[in-house]
């Protein structure tokens, strides 16, 4: 996995911290906490996408999210399970890692 990718992997993982702490923070720690990592979430993905085409890291980014939220709301926060939902991110993720594998990181140059 090239260094791009990588950054895009940190993005989604700070965004699904932001998207759990915009429910479930209660006190100016957690809403620090939150706004921190909405900023990283946001900075990794501008730093990544000087490389990468930026609606394929947009794309990889919001799936990655979507689906840790998803699935941590099924494991940590009590979600009631639910076949459906399930189905229905296992088919964004595999157009999110079908959109990584054909995309290299030399797609996303520009000419400066």
Do not use: C, Q
């Not at 479930?24 to 990794?44: C, D, K, P, Q, R």
């Not at 689906?67 to 399930?86: C, H, N, R, Y």
Request: charged share 10%.
């Amino acid at each position: 996995m090239n260094r791009s990718w990588t950054i895009v992997f940190f993005a989604g993982l700070f965004e699904i911290g932001w998207v759990v702490g915009l429910k479930h923070a209660n006190s100016t720690w957690e809403w620090l906490l939150t706004v921190i990592a909405i900023y990283f979430s946001m900075h990794l993905l501008i730093v990544a996408s000087r490389k990468l085409p930026v609606g394929t890291a947009y794309a990889v980014f919001t799936g990655m999210g979507t689906a840790g939220t998803v699935i941590l709301d099924f494991t940590v926060f009590g979600e009631p399970f639910s076949t459906a939902k399930v189905i229905l991110i296992a088919v964004l993720l595999s157009g999110v890692i079908g959109l990584k594998i054909i995309t290299t990181e030399a797609e996303g140059d520009r000419a400066t």
